[in-house]
């Protein structure tokens, strides 16, 4: 028998060196002035940004879900690293934290450091757009484990907020007005379904177009999530009086709000409120999904939720409006509804 490498059972080390070169400089890029050290070493070194009294660190980990079989169909692979970011990086925010740092993890059966480098690519952009640094990541080749050319993804989201100034929905009172803040269509849940849906009851190939939306299905399906940190952070930084944040993932409206309600009250949510992307219509009538699935399923077009005092409400949307520079690509918020007083919950009028 010849000798055994550990390239014979299918572990390339060269290959995950190779992968290595072509994403540190991508992090580096995206590093803050609190990053002492980063790619390459054991462990990463962030320090706290000056001007906290009590600093927090807030934390989330999250992935991409099956939205990820989707870019093995298309072989696109720049996109879903900023997916990933958002979904850490909402998380922490809702509790009003600034992002400050990233790590991912990509698991695969095989390096291509090629791919890697797509993939990396776009958490570094992600990473760009919510305004904190790639620190560091792990790179796994598990041969056996995964699929032939496929790959998951995990990323780790760091953030810091000043204690007495955590938002948890303590402050939350009958009487707060929901805004929300849109989409840009999916995002990154409701994949089995949507995947259920698009290819086996409609019968569309990837390169398809989606009828009653206008983009293939690559396109749409692929989307990126919005990073809605770098709007939130500025608002935050103004003293606007928000009492609760929610992001919208699994669980769509019904679900994730009455995460950051206190006992004793109720979002009341105006469904007419706001156009719901053609996306979501599609799916419902193709799959003969119920108005509840589809609102414990997916966003519907509002990806952010901040429940904020009454008379700071009219204030947030015209500072939106008249700050492009902050607010980017996001939005002007809408208002959705209000806090009642009754069962913790949500209802759709």
């Known amino acids: 028998m010849e000798p055994l490498t550990y390239r014979a059972t299918g572990v390339d080390i060269e290959a995950g060196d190779e992968a290595v070169r072509r994403i540190a400089p991508l992090a580096r ?10 790619i390459g070493a054991f462990a990463s070194f962030v320090r706290v940004p000056p001007g906290f009294t009590e600093p927090v660190l807030v ?47 990509i698991g695969t059966a095989r390096i291509d450091p090629a791919r890697v480098e797509s993939l990396v690519a776009g958490v570094a952009e ?36 000043e204690r007495a100034k955590i938002l948890d929905g303590a402050a939350v009172k009958p009487g707060d007005v929901v805004l929300g803040l ?15 849906i698009v290819f086996d009851v409609m019968g569309l190939s990837i390169d398809a177009v989606l009828p009653g939306v206008g983009r293939t299905v690559a396109d749409e399906l692929l989307e990126p999530t919005l990073i809605y940190a770098a709007p939130v952070v500025a608002l935050l930084g103004r003293g606007v009086e928000i009492h609760a ?26 469904r007419s409120a706001w156009p719901v992307p053609a996306i979501f219509r599609v799916l419902q009538e193709a799959g003969r999904v119920s108005d509840a699935e589809m ?6 077009g509002v990806g952010y939720v901040l429940v904020v005092a009454p008379a700071q409400a009219d204030e947030i949307v015209l500072w939106w409006r008249g700050n492009a520079a902050a607010t980017g690509e996001i939005p002007a918020p809408i208002r959705l509804g209000e806090i009642v007083a009754g069962e913790r919950g949500v209802e759709l009028v």
Do not use: Q
Not at 76 to 87: K, N, S, Y
Not at 245 to 270: F, K, Q, S
Not at 295 to 300: I, K, L
């Open 29 to 38: 890029r995206t590093h803050r002035p609190e990053v002492l050290g980063g």
């Open 59 to 105: 934390s989330s980990t999250d992935g991409v879900g099956s939205k990820l079989k989707v870019a093995f169909l298309a072989d696109r692979h720049d996109t879903v690293g900023i997916d990933l970011v958002a979904m850490g990086v909402n998380d922490v925010l809702v509790h009003g934290a600034e992002p400050l740092y990233f790590l991912d993890y």
């Open 126 to 161: 992600g990473c760009r757009r919510a305004g904190c640094a790639l620190v560091g990541g792990e790179t796994a080749e598990l041969p056996g484990l995964y699929a032939a050319n496929e790959y998951d993804l995990a990323g780790f989201a760091v953030g810091v907020v």
């Open 182 to 196: 849109a989409s840009s269509g999916l995002h990154s849940n409701g994949y089995s379904l949507v995947r259920r």
């Open 245 to 270: 944040m929610a992001h919208v993932t699994g669980g769509g409206i019904t679900g994730n709000i009455p995460r950051v309600l206190p006992e004793g009250c109720r979002a009341r949510i105006e």
């Open 295 to 300: 609102f414990r399923t997916f966003n519907m």
